[in-house]
């Protein structure tokens, strides 16, 4: 028996225009430098999602303690509205819950949110638990891997919920990055405060299952000649993003050897793959990827529309394109689809998807 995906939902906050971020944020946070506006200008991004809007709110300075605990008032809801969904969607009861996943990398709380939300939601006192924490934007990948293991095993079903604020983690700005004369530490927080936004995602699997996506294979790839690329350091000012521009052309080196790999287990090649959920790191992302894999535009449309109507929300992003992939493209019975993700290590994940009914 296999596991497949029965149930999906999301959870957002309140939108953020990306221009008026910069007009009414970080064009002064920044002292309007030249390459600190570039960037902005080419984010491919219209829209983010925050819980908290620098616009109104600057919490650059907070300290990290202070950051996870709005970390927890601000997520408690965001997850019961996105787990409750996807629960919903399947048409499942909390009760129902074999194993209940949580992934996240931009907080953390004692009890944890698996231990809150459970008991919030009504889930049964004997659900089983699993966090996964800070491996970054790739995440959702192994999550679904290792709880699609657990449905296929035990035969329940399980939830997983991928939540990120990454609106808690602006940095404070530099004297480097006013003066006009960025580092290159510099410009690696320019694009991570251009790039990244907040999200809640949830998925329901159920073994066997008439009808969904069923979870056939998880590949990973990490690099760890490049391990230093990409990095999510905890600070004492909130957690610090480390972005190599060399990031795309390491997977470019990666990326179709990775797939190749994951649908020659199956049989398959490029050309038979119905669907792409492509993580949409950066524009440059999901451009190399559909250079090196030979796409067209036409087939990566989900991961720029998400892109550039919510941002780049970490592990939440590849479930927010899957459900754009859903709505948008007609992937047949037996048809199969592709999730990748990317990040720290640096690593690369990809995952299989087969539809039924």
Same mark, same amino acid.
């Given at each position: 028996?296999?596991?497949?995906?029965?149930?999906?939902?999301?959870?957002?906050?309140?939108?953020?225009?990306q221009q008026q971020l910069w007009d009414g944020?970080?064009?002064?946070?920044?002292?309007?430098?030249?390459?600190?506006?570039?960037?902005?200008?080419?984010?491919?991004?219209?829209?983010?999602?925050?819980?908290?809007?620098?616009?109104?709110?600057?919490?650059?300075?907070?300290?990290?303690?202070?950051?996870?605990?709005?970390?927890?008032?601000?997520?408690?809801?965001?997850?019961?509205?996105?787990?409750?969904?996807?629960?919903?969607?399947?048409?499942?009861?909390?009760?129902?819950?074999?194993?209940?996943?949580?992934?996240?990398?931009?907080?953390?709380?004692?009890?944890?949110?698996?231990?809150?939300?459970?008991?919030?939601?009504?889930?049964?006192?004997?659900?089983?638990?699993?966090?996964?924490?800070?491996?970054?934007?790739?995440?959702?990948?192994?999550?679904?891997?290792?709880?699609?293991?657990?449905?296929?095993?035990?035969?329940?079903?399980?939830?997983?919920?991928?939540?990120?604020?990454?609106?808690?983690?602006?940095?404070?700005?530099?004297?480097?990055?006013?003066?006009?004369?960025?580092?290159?530490?510099?410009?690696?927080?320019?694009?991570? /405060?251009? $790039?990244?936004?907040?999200?809640?995602?949830?998925?329901?699997?159920? !073994? %066997? *299952?008439?009808?969904?996506? =069923? &979870? #056939?294979?998880?590949?990973?790839?990490?690099?760890?000649?490049?391990?230093?690329?990409?990095?999510?350091?905890?600070?004492?000012?909130?957690?610090?993003?480390?972005?190599?521009?060399?990031?795309?052309?390491?997977?470019?080196?990666?990326?179709?050897?990775?797939?190749?790999?994951?649908?020659?287990? /199956?049989? $398959?090649?490029?050309?038979?793959?119905?669907?792409?959920?492509?993580? !949409? %790191? *950066?524009?440059?992302?999901? =451009? &190399? #990827?559909?250079?090196?894999?030979?796409?067209?535009?036409?087939?990566?449309?989900?991961?720029?529309?998400?892109?550039?109507?919510?941002?780049?929300?970490?592990?939440?992003?590849?479930?927010?394109?899957?459900?754009?992939?859903?709505?948008?493209?007609?992937?047949?019975?037996?048809?199969?689809?592709?999730?990748?993700?990317?990040?720290?290590?640096?690593?690369?994940?990809?995952?299989?998807?087969?539809?039924?009914?």
């Open positions: 028996m296999d596991a497949t995906l029965t149930g999906a939902a999301h959870a957002l906050p309140a939108p953020m225009d944020f970080f064009k002064d946070h920044y002292a309007d430098a030249r390459l600190a506006r570039k960037v902005w200008e080419h984010s491919a991004i219209t829209t983010r999602r925050g819980v908290v809007d620098p616009t109104s709110e600057d919490i650059s300075s907070w300290g990290t303690a202070a950051r996870m605990q709005r970390f927890l008032a601000e997520a408690m809801p965001l997850g019961k509205e996105a787990v409750g969904g996807a629960l919903g969607d399947a048409g499942l009861d909390p009760a129902d819950v074999g194993l209940f996943t949580v992934v996240s990398c931009t907080g953390y709380v004692t009890p944890g949110l698996d231990i809150l939300l459970a008991r919030d939601l009504g889930m049964t006192d004997s659900v089983q638990r699993l966090h996964i924490g800070h491996m970054g934007c790739y995440a959702a990948l192994p999550g679904l891997g290792a709880t699609a293991d657990f449905v296929a095993a035990r035969q329940r079903p399980a939830v997983m919920l991928c939540i990120e604020l990454t609106s808690l983690h602006v940095q404070p700005t530099t004297e480097t990055a006013r003066s006009g004369s960025p580092t290159s530490e510099d410009l690696q927080q320019m694009v991570a /405060h251009a $790039l990244f936004s907040d999200a809640a995602a949830a998925v329901v699997l159920e !073994p %066997g *299952g008439a009808r969904g996506m =069923e &979870v #056939v294979d998880v590949v990973a790839r990490t690099d760890h000649a490049t391990s230093d690329h990409m990095t999510w350091d905890v600070t004492d000012l909130g957690f610090k993003m480390g972005l190599s521009p060399s990031v795309p052309d390491v997977l470019a080196r990666h990326a179709k050897p990775v797939v190749e790999e994951l649908l020659g287990r /199956h049989g $398959l090649a490029v050309g038979d793959v119905d669907g792409w959920a492509v993580h !949409p %790191g *950066g524009r440059k992302i999901v =451009e &190399v #990827v559909g250079e090196v894999l030979e796409l067209p535009e036409e087939l990566l449309a989900p991961s720029y529309d998400v892109l550039r109507d919510v941002g780049n929300c970490s592990s939440a992003t590849v479930l927010l394109v899957l459900e754009r992939l859903a709505e948008t493209v007609d992937v047949p019975t037996g048809g199969t689809v592709v999730a990748m993700a990317f990040g720290p290590g640096l690593t690369l994940y990809a995952a299989l998807l087969r539809r039924r009914g």
